[in-house]
């Protein structure tokens, strides 16, 4: 864990044309100790939120999951750190940790080259970052330039990371990757491809996985513009002021790696492989779901709750609506027990959810979320957008406002909050890129939806086909 202060580190942020130290930034100050609650429940639910190995404490996250009690308890511990921040934070450290925990058990797969074993590379930096309890942004996602072309086409360099030089201790990179949440906050960045937009046999030089401090010379981290209101307070956005999960477009301008932190090098095949072979894929999407069901939770209970004081929850219509968010959220987190309860120990006795029931809450949750901003949004109508701002009850208007805008189920301060928050979640920039998050943080959703075709199980169903066909 990491005090705000601390990031005066030397790192390289950049904010709107200028380097900053990210401790001068407010909203990033606030970030962070949201981001450190992930520290913060360790001390004080440490039955919920660790565990004991080899004689030492760590966080649950890194616990390599054994059967279906240890998935339960990561996703008791995933909920409650989502919770801190109402599922508005998708980058915690439990996130990428769920990954180590497995990557060190399953890195037999990478090989080695003549100057270096990736697999006892990967297995140890995932060890150090378990010892440490080291915060990781991950990079994944090349720049989309132009995907009528492989990253070979694209001679500009930077439509990835790919290695220029390749020395006895280690490799030197230079390029981009396009998008990382935290990033200017966390500590190391791990930098792999996707397991979509493939790397093909031209691409080589891009074909790497390694992982890097932030402050390593000749990364440059630059933010894309802030979310926050500054001259209004957390009444008038409650979400906005008090978080922005700042994501990045990050630079790398001939950065040296040393061999022992990189995993994959000059080899196509194996990168395409990395993320979901490594396990990382799988157990991160555990994460990811529970934390994105947390926030889902969060917007539904939003719904209502604006239903309710605007009056309007008695209406047939309304509740039908409303009907349709609560049983969007019961039918999500019955796909994520399921992930759990019909798991399975892998080759190295490693108790993996089911990926089909994590696919389809991929694939279903982006527009579940959608349904329930949206209906927020057609019920606090005209009165969301209408709200003064907060400084008006302390104004001449005060006593005004304070009158006009009470009814018997609210205050004209609570309902102005409510609607505030409304407003915040369905239709301020912070709540259109939650909505961004929402559908693409986990890949695309065509994708999803196209790689859950092709997995699922269709014994019975063919069968009875096949028995009437006949
Ligand atoms: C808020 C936010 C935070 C993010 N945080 C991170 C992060 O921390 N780290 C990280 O690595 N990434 C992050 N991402 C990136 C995210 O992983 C990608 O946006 C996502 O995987 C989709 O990839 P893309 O943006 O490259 O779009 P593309 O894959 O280029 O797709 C864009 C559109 O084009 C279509 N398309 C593209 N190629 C094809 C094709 N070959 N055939 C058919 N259709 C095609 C797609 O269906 C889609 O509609 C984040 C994204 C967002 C929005």
Redesign the pocket.
């Known amino acids: 864990m990491h005090t705000i202060d601390q990031l005066d580190d030397g790192r390289a942020v950049y904010l709107n044309g200028q380097r900053i130290n990210v401790a001068t930034i407010p909203i990033f100050r606030k970030t962070l100790a949201l981001n450190n609650q992930y520290y913060a429940l360790q001390q004080t639910h440490p039955t919920v939120h660790t565990y004991q190995e080899d004689g030492q404490t760590y966080d649950i996250a890194f616990k390599v999951p054994r059967n279906v009690a240890d998935l339960r308890q990561k996703h008791r511990a995933y909920q409650e750190i989502a919770q801190t921040n109402n599922g508005m934070l998708g980058?915690t450290p439990d996130f990428l940790n769920s990954g180590m925990a497995v990557l060190a058990e399953r890195s037999a797969f990478l090989g080695h080259n003549d100057w270096t074993d990736f697999a006892a590379n990967a297995k140890r930096y995932a060890e150090q970052v378990k010892a440490h309890d080291t915060f990781i942004?991950?990079?994944?996602?090349n720049p989309?330039l132009d995907?009528s072309q492989p990253i070979n086409g694209i001679p500009s360099g930077y439509a990835g990371v790919h290695t220029i030089e390749r020395r006895a201790d280690g490799i030197v990179v230079s390029g981009a990757?396009?998008?990382?949440?935290m990033a200017p906050i966390a500590d190391d960045l791990l930098v792999f491809n996707?397991p979509?937009?493939l790397l093909e046999k031209g691409d080589t030089s891009y074909a790497v996985a390694f992982a890097t401090p932030l402050t390593t010379p000749g990364v440059k981290i630059i933010c894309r513009k802030l979310l926050d209101h500054p001259g209004y307070t957390e009444d008038d956005y409650p979400l906005s002021n008090s978080l922005d999960e700042i994501?990045a477009y990050v630079v790398f301008d001939h950065v040296f790696v040393p061999w022992e932190n990189v995993f994959v090098e000059n080899d196509y095949q194996m990168s395409n492989r990395f993320f979901i072979d490594s396990g990382i894929f799988i157990q991160t999407s555990h994460q990811d779901e529970v934390r994105g069901i947390t926030k889902l939770e969060f917007a539904t209970s939003l719904a209502i709750r604006v239903a309710h004081v605007l009056g309007l929850d008695g209406f047939l219509g309304v509740q039908e609506q409303l009907g349709r968010l609560t049983a969007n959220l019961e039918l999500i987190k019955g796909a994520i027990t399921r992930s759990e309860e019909n798991g399975q120990l892998d080759e190295f006795g490693i108790y993996t959810p089911s990926q089909q029931a994590l696919l389809a809450v991929r694939a279903s949750l982006p527009g579940y979320f959608e349904d329930a901003l949206k209906v927020t949004q057609h019920l606090a109508a005209g009165s969301m957008v209408g709200v003064p701002g907060f400084g008006e009850f302390n104004g001449d208007n005060g006593p005004i406002l304070q009158q006009a805008l009470a009814t018997s189920r609210a205050t004209a301060e609570e309902r102005s909050k409510l609607l505030n928050l409304a407003f915040d979640l369905t239709s301020s920039g912070f709540g259109q890129?939650q909505l961004?998050?929402e559908y693409?943080?986990g890949?695309?959703p065509?994708r999803i939806r196209s790689k859950h075709y092709l997995g699922e199980d269709l014994t019975n169903g063919d069968a009875m086909l096949d028995r009437l066909l006949k």
């Open positions: 980058r942004s991950h990079a994944l996602q989309q995907r990757k396009m998008v990382n949440t996707p979509e937009l994501d890129r961004m998050y693409y943080h890949g695309d065509m």
